[in-house]
């Protein structure tokens, strides 16, 4: 996942990715991961960059002062959105020319889009921290004003942090365009937002518990939710966002808060 060339990336015209997806979530106890992964042996294949124990995946997320993107998740808004950094890998030693995402992550009705950019951490902090144009490639050029326009207009600033180590598995044969993603160890903060910052990280969600995300680009096969019912997993509408929120007291707890105490 390293960008060793920065200009060339930013010149290639394949740099703006955009996915639609459906998205399920469920909390999973650590104590079912085991099975969870024998199960998903069978069926998926394990993602080219998870390996043993996954990757390690930290973001850095943008609100209003009225926390507008926090509040349209919590009241579910049919059209909502979110605006993030997101670094995946160790972030030990990560400079202004590490690569990162910055991405756009909204929900239209049931769909979930994600829309996102590559370049170096230091023109991602010019973009969304100094809103500050950027150079890229005339295929992001509305990609790149769109996320100016927003932090602009709405003054949107840092506001919070996730972290997580994540396993990644994807679908084969029939399934392809089937992701899965078991979170584990998610915590967050509420300062010093610089991506690999040596600041205290608090779990936003007990460690003893992963988050588990199925994504279908139309609809989730009959098995996987067979599997899940199986084990007992039950749906649950959890934003690693919204827990950080609420977990530092930015904002009351929801009906959706997964006590991080437990």
């Known amino acids: 996942m390293e960008m060793k060339d920065a200009g060339h990336a930013l010149r290639a015209p394949s740099r703006l990715h955009a996915f ?7 909390l999973v106890d650590q104590s079912v991961v085991p099975a969870l992964r024998e ?26 002062p009225a926390l507008r993107f926090y509040w349209e998740k919590i009241e579910g808004l049919r059209f909502r959105r979110k605006l993030r950094v997101r670094h995946y890998g160790d ?35 010019r973009l969304c921290d100094k809103r500050e144009m950027i150079p890229h490639h005339e295929s992001q050029r509305g990609f790149v004003e769109e996320v100016l326009g927003l932090v602009g207009t ?37 300062r010093d937002f610089e991506l690999g910052a040596a600041a205290t990280n608090r779990f936003t969600v007990a460690p003893h518990l992963a988050v588990l995300e199925v994504k279908a680009n139309e609809r ?27 977990a530092f007291g930015l904002a009351p707890r929801s009906v959706f808060h997964v006590p991080e105490e437990l």
Request: aromatic share 12%; charged share 30%.
């Open 154 to 190: 709405l003054d949107l600033r840092a506001v919070a942090t996730t972290g997580y180590q994540r396993e990644a598995f994807k679908g084969r044969d029939a399934d392809v365009g089937l992701r899965v993603t078991m979170d584990h160890r998610v915590r967050g903060r509420d």
């Open 39 to 64: 199960d998903f042996a069978r069926r998926l294949d394990e993602d080219e960059y998870s390996g043993y124990g996954g990757y390690a995946v930290e973001s850095v997320y943008y609100d209003t």
């Open 20 to 26: 639609n997806r459906y998205e399920i979530k469920y």
């Open 91 to 125: 972030s030990a030693g990560l400079t202004d020319e590490t690569p990162v995402f910055v991405e756009i992550k909204q929900r239209v009705n049931r769909v979930t889009q994600k829309r996102r950019i590559r370049v170096p951490y230091g023109m991602a902090r």
């Open 220 to 246: 989730v096969p009959y098995w996987m939710t067979d599997l899940t019912a199986r084990h007992g997993l039950q749906v649950v509408r959890i934003s690693k966002y919204c827990q950080s929120i609420e």
